[in-house]
């Protein structure tokens, strides 16, 4: 419990930025953080007071792999989070407003992905997957039966990497593997377990060869949209 | 642009979900912040558990940092500071505290030294060096060092009920000086 009294308050306060707070009530004060402004404000007041002290640590560099294994574990806690909560760089792609620009967009930059693909029935649904820079990468239509994958200018993976395709229904907890993507780029999948609908979420990992070894993404997401009508189409 | 007057907006691209910005502050920051967790753990391999945990805290709080309310810096400190402390609490906090040189440098004078490099410092310097030099050691050995009460009572040969008072009284004057 934090105490009502605001002596006790503070000291309370003090105590856990000095950092001699036991496990326990610790972590009754970082979770007091988040629903009391007022207690979270003292704690802002502690840290402030006691922060120039952390010049007495000295300075010593961290091991050198340590960057990429941070990388890692923000790539492996992004893609196993729900699409409600992606990271916020993805989530950015996927805010309505640029959904409708991506789709108008996608005219022009789906043209010549159009023109390689086989003739198809017209689709319901449509997305182009976007790189890092915002350039189009992917195109994906699909309708009830089958989803089409074609590339638009990706690069090929890192040797001993592969990319493999996946489904995320509204609602699901965890997307569905609709298989690796081969070096043309150009995939139909008929899935049998789930069906295309707007709002579905379309994503492409980097995996090992053989595509992921547990059934969930485990590599990094390369590629991410959302299936939105195929209206004009 | 100096490193600290970067910091706040990268953190604001991070929040954008800027992944390069992140390792822009990693680039800046971390030998600092690492060199805090080791103080707190004394392990290397524990303080680069902590300074993991701590950049995926970064990551996910980042919008939360106001540079109208502080500096970059020390909200990136005290993100390592809980993170490091956490892994020393779940460890039972059963590092060796019997390290003769632990602690002593925030005692000598030189070392002081380190503490004056703004304004606010130069104050913290002045009210730490008003302490007794016994509210002061159990202040550093806790807030650099992560001991727990327990730890501090023990390096010190103070009984337990002692120490948790020196500390509080230190913090109290410490906080009357600086206000």
Redesign the interface.
Known sequence: MIPADPKAR??LA??Y????L??RE?SEV?RALRADPAFAEAV?RW?????????????????PG??A???A??DS?ATTASAAAL??????LLEPWRLGAIGAGAVAAGLAAVLLLRPAPAPQYMTVLLTDRDQPAWLVQADREAIRLAALNTRPPPPDRVLELWALPQGATAPTSLGLIPPDGRVTVRPTTIRAEPGMLIEITLEPPGGSPTGRPTGPIQFIGRLAPATGS | MDAQAELGPLLAAV?????AA??AI?ERQ???L???A???LRD?DA??DA??DA??RI?RRSGQFDPA??AA???L??IV??AA??I???RGREVPTDDPALGD??FAPE?LD?????E??RR??ACLEALEAKNRQG??L???H?L??AQIAARLDQPLGTVKAW??RG??R??EC?A
């Open positions: 503070d000291a003090a105590e930025v000095l950092g001699t036991e496990a610790a970082a802002a840290e402030a007071r006691l922060a120039p002290l952390t010049a007495l640590a000295p300075p010593e560099a961290p091991p340590l960057w294994r941070i990388e574990a923000l806690s990271a916020p760089w993805w989530r950015r | 929040t954008r979900g800027d992944r992140l390792r990693y971390s030998v600092r690492f060199g805090i080791v103080a707190i290397r303080a680069a300074l993991q950049f995926l990551a309310r502080g810096e020390p909200w400190a005290a500071r809980h402390l956490d020393a609490r779940s440098a925030a070392a380190r503490v004056a490099s703004d606010e410092a913290l310097r202040v550093v806790a807030f650099v992560g727990s009460h500390i509080r913090l109290l410490l906080r600086l």
